[in-house]
């Protein structure tokens, strides 16, 4: 080891960052190993084998909602979110500006999202922050506060994800450990490991990545090999089947480097080509299509030869060989650098600030570039103080530059209103230690469901098992045009059911709590009063959550509820004001044929429920429902159970487009 090797800027990629603060490297002995389809003949090793031993740098990693870095003088120093202890200082305080970690030499650092993981100049391996999946490789010990050991020494590589992480050592293996349920893990089962698996049995391995549920590797000829969830397809391999074990992907390509997310992945090859492939409903892809899946490599769009490239939860940055820095994807907070938050289907520049960038990194929303002299630079979301400026404050611009955002159109009103019904599956269930690890954190889904509110177009949308944390966040993803009912609130089940609705298309008149029994309890439910802007007519919006679970209590408890519902429709209809009843009701044909029995609203699914005829609900049926009185007319409706949705929730989303009632003389304007 040589730890007086001149400083490096070197950025960390992956979810949670690859730690790269040692240079692509290949064996000494020649590469034997069968390639993928379509794969060139072997190219000569990148690197001879003593770039093995780890040096200190500036490599950072944006993971989650962190952003962490060694410094030159190989000091370790993380910011933003510390719920789970994963900026590693001892306490669970959010950090809003830099506080060092340990008092280690260190070589590298990952994180990504609760965990985080570093690599000391001795190729120690720590990490640190929840432990519910054995994501730290510790063993079956609780959370870590502070860097905890990882079994074993030459270490030179680690990448940590939300419930997953794998590393490679000085001799060339992969090792890979922590949750298993997609078989991110690489070792041929869906076993949870929670201590270092090795990954097959080859010594040949440079770079790896751990993504949220899938995992990419890079080999010493530059072929990239992918694994676990494929339902987007992340793993490039052309088809949306998954693997257990490193499958190729189908390339001519040869990688230097590859960064994977929850459901895309970008590499850079030897020739300086950025290539994406997996899910681009939001431009992640940076190919100048929208909402169309790559099953294989995709070349991001442009002219440029790049350094690196890497990925966030739906945007990509990279820096090309001039030092500039470009982004592309979805933009909500800023993240693409360049003062708007219009999202772009091809890269744009970050906005110049006289910074000549060495590499790039992206946290879930927020993004960081190395300087080729100073300190890394942050843009984008700042929720948890990920971008180390001291404050929660969001930029759309990195430090420095100036740039005036372009104004936005008004939005034309619309004669037609779409409704959403969605069970969001509540924080508690996917939190580190919930019962549903198939699912990512209530925080990324939240911003999932606003890509999805948008792709909808939906005007009004009831929302069931929304938490506190939930509603704030899919609030500050939706930004000003949206408004809710109840809004927030200290007390967390008032807003598990709420209401929300396009400021730009609706105006809030009044709101009230119909409380029904639920499990045991009463849960309140959302009713809500709302004008419309075009027509001036009144509607009202019940969004209800009634008992799960197929008992007698919790039968004789839907049966109080829909009893209270049914009363408080009929007390709006008998004032000729229009109503939507929506919402998770946990019955089929028994609400279908009690609401329609009693009220004279309809199923947005359709069905028949004349007076004394056969009650006949819908052919396709589903515990989500919406009915609509007469006035709304209906246009059409839509189950949807996409991989879209079932990575956000257990169960589907409906949505309906009818006619606004219109009022009687002129419209209001």
């Known amino acids: 080891m040589n730890a007086h090797r001149s400083p490096r800027h070197l950025v960390a990629l992956g979810l949670g960052g690859l730690a790269l603060a040692v240079g692509l490297v290949a064996p000494t002995a020649p590469v034997t190993a069968a390639a993928p389809v379509n794969a060139p003949v072997t190219v000569s090793a990148p690197?001879?084998?003593?770039?093995?031993?780890?040096?200190?740098?500036?490599?950072?990693?944006?993971?989650?909602?962190?952003?962490?870095?060694?410094?030159?003088?190989?000091?370790?120093?993380?910011?933003?979110?510390?719920?789970?202890?994963?900026?590693?200082?001892?306490?669970?305080?959010?950090?809003?500006?830099?506080?060092?970690?340990?008092?280690?030499?260190?070589?590298?650092?990952?994180?990504?999202?609760?965990?985080?993981?570093?690599?000391?100049?001795?190729?120690?391996?720590?990490?640190?922050?929840?432990?519910?999946?054995?994501?730290?490789?510790?063993?079956?010990?609780?959370?870590?506060?502070?860097?905890?050991?990882?079994?074993?020494?030459?270490?030179?590589?680690?990448?940590?994800?939300?419930?997953?992480?794998?590393?490679?050592?000085?001799?060339?293996?992969?090792?890979?450990?922590?949750?298993?349920?997609?078989?991110?893990?690489?070792?041929?089962?869906?076993?949870?490991?929670?201590?270092?698996?090795?990954?097959?049995?080859?010594?040949?391995?440079?770079?790896?990545?751990?993504?949220?549920?899938?995992?990419?590797?890079?080999?010493?000829?530059?072929?990239?090999?992918?694994?676990?969830?494929?339902?987007?397809?992340?793993?490039?391999?052309?088809?949306?089947?998954?693997?257990?074990?490193?499958?190729?992907?189908?390339?001519?390509?040869?990688?230097?480097?590859?960064?994977?997310?929850?459901?895309?992945?970008?590499?850079?090859?030897?020739?300086?080509?950025?290539?994406?492939?997996?899910?681009?409903?939001?431009?992640?892809?940076?190919?100048?299509?929208?909402?169309?899946?790559?099953?294989?490599?995709?070349?991001?769009?442009?002219?440029?030869?790049?350094?690196?490239?890497?990925?966030?939860?739906?945007?990509?940055?990279?820096?090309?060989?001039?030092?500039?820095?470009?982004?592309?994807?979805?933009?909500?907070?800023?993240?693409?650098?360049?003062?708007?938050?219009?999202?772009?289907?091809?890269?744009?520049?970050?906005?110049?600030?006289?910074?000549?960038?060495?590499?790039?990194?992206?946290?879930?929303?927020?993004?960081?570039?190395?300087?080729?002299?100073?300190?890394?630079?942050?843009?984008?979301?700042?929720?948890?103080?990920?971008?180390?400026?001291?404050?929660?404050?969001?930029?759309?611009?990195?430090?420095?530059?100036?740039?005036?955002?372009?104004?936005?159109?008004?939005?034309?009103?619309?004669?037609?209103?779409?409704i959403t019904s969605f069970n969001v599956l509540g924080t508690n269930h996917t939190q580190p230690g919930g019962g549903a690890t198939n699912y990512a954190p209530g925080r990324i889904r939240s911003e999932w469901i606003g890509n999805l509110v948008d792709d909808y177009g939906s005007d009004i949308v009831a929302f069931q098992e929304l938490k506190q944390d939930q509603y704030t966040a899919i609030k500050r993803s939706m930004g000003d045009r949206y408004a809710f009912y109840p809004g927030s609130v200290t007390a967390g089940k008032i807003v598990w059911q709420s209401v929300m609705w396009d400021t730009s298309q609706w105006e809030f008149v009044s709101a009230r709590d119909i409380v029904v029994p639920v499990i045991g309890t009463t849960r309140p439910n959302a009713m809500v009063r709302l004008r419309s802007k075009l027509t001036g007519k009144h509607i009202w919006v019940l969004n209800v959550h009634n008992s799960s679970k197929n008992t007698p209590e919790r039968q004789r408890e839907r049966n109080k509820a829909v009893n209270i519902e049914i009363a408080q429709i009929n007390a709006q209809r008998k004032k000729n004001i229009p109503v939507v009843f929506a919402g998770d009701m946990n019955e089929r044909k028994t609400v279908f044929c009690k609401v329609t029995g009693r009220t004279d609203l309809s199923a947005v699914s359709g069905g028949s429920n004349v007076k004394g005829k056969a009650c006949k609900p819908p052919r396709k049926m589903h515990l989500d429902w919406i009915f609509t009185s007469p006035e709304l007319k209906k246009k059409g409706f839509a189950f949807d159970r996409s991989p879209k949705v079932a990575r956000i929730t257990d169960h589907n989303t409906l949505t309906a487009v009818a006619t606004v009632p219109v009022k009687r003389g002129a419209a209001r304007r």
């Not at 050592?169 to 997609?182: H, I, M, V």
């Not at 948890?384 to 372009?406: E, H, K, S």
Request: aromatic share 6%; proline share 5%; with cysteine.
């Open 47 to 418: 690197a001879s084998a003593s770039a093995l031993e780890p040096t200190p740098g500036s490599a950072q990693s944006a993971g989650g909602q962190n952003t962490c870095e060694v410094r030159a003088d190989a000091t370790l120093w993380c910011s933003g979110d510390n719920a789970w202890g994963q900026v590693g200082n001892g306490t669970r305080t959010d950090a809003l500006a830099p506080v060092q970690v340990g008092d280690a030499e260190w070589a590298s650092v990952s994180t990504g999202g609760a965990t985080t993981c570093a690599i000391t100049l001795t190729t120690q391996l720590l990490c640190w922050g929840h432990n519910t999946r054995g994501q730290l490789g510790i063993g079956d010990k609780p959370q870590q506060w502070r860097p905890t050991a990882v079994p074993g020494t030459g270490w030179t590589q680690v990448s940590a994800s939300w419930l997953h992480s794998c590393g490679i050592k000085a001799e060339g293996t992969l090792w890979c450990w922590g949750n298993n349920d997609r078989g991110e893990l690489g070792t041929g089962t869906k076993v949870m490991k929670r201590t270092p698996a090795r990954v097959g049995t080859l010594s040949d391995w440079t770079a790896v990545s751990s993504g949220g549920w899938h995992t990419c590797g890079l080999r010493a000829d530059g072929v990239a090999y992918c694994w676990g969830r494929n339902d987007f397809g992340q793993l490039g391999i052309g088809s949306y089947s998954p693997k257990l074990v490193p499958a190729g992907v189908v390339t001519t390509a040869r990688f230097a480097t590859i960064d994977t997310s929850w459901s895309s992945t970008c590499g850079v090859t030897q020739a300086g080509a950025a290539l994406c492939w997996g899910q681009n409903d939001q431009g992640q892809l940076g190919n100048g299509a929208e909402d169309a899946p790559s099953l294989r490599p995709a070349a991001v769009a442009g002219e440029r030869t790049w350094r690196s490239v890497a990925v966030g939860d739906a945007h990509a940055c990279g820096v090309d060989t001039d030092g500039a820095a470009w982004c592309w994807g979805t933009n909500r907070y800023g993240q693409l650098g360049n003062g708007s938050r219009d999202r772009s289907l091809v890269p744009v520049r970050v906005a110049p600030n006289g910074t000549s960038y060495s590499g790039v990194e992206a946290g879930w929303m927020h993004s960081c570039a190395v300087a080729e002299q100073g300190a890394p630079q942050c843009w984008g979301n700042n929720e948890d103080g990920q971008l180390n400026r001291g404050n929660r404050a969001n930029r759309a611009l990195p430090p420095g530059a100036t740039q005036v955002a372009p104004r936005r159109a008004a939005a034309k009103l619309e004669p037609n209103v779409t």
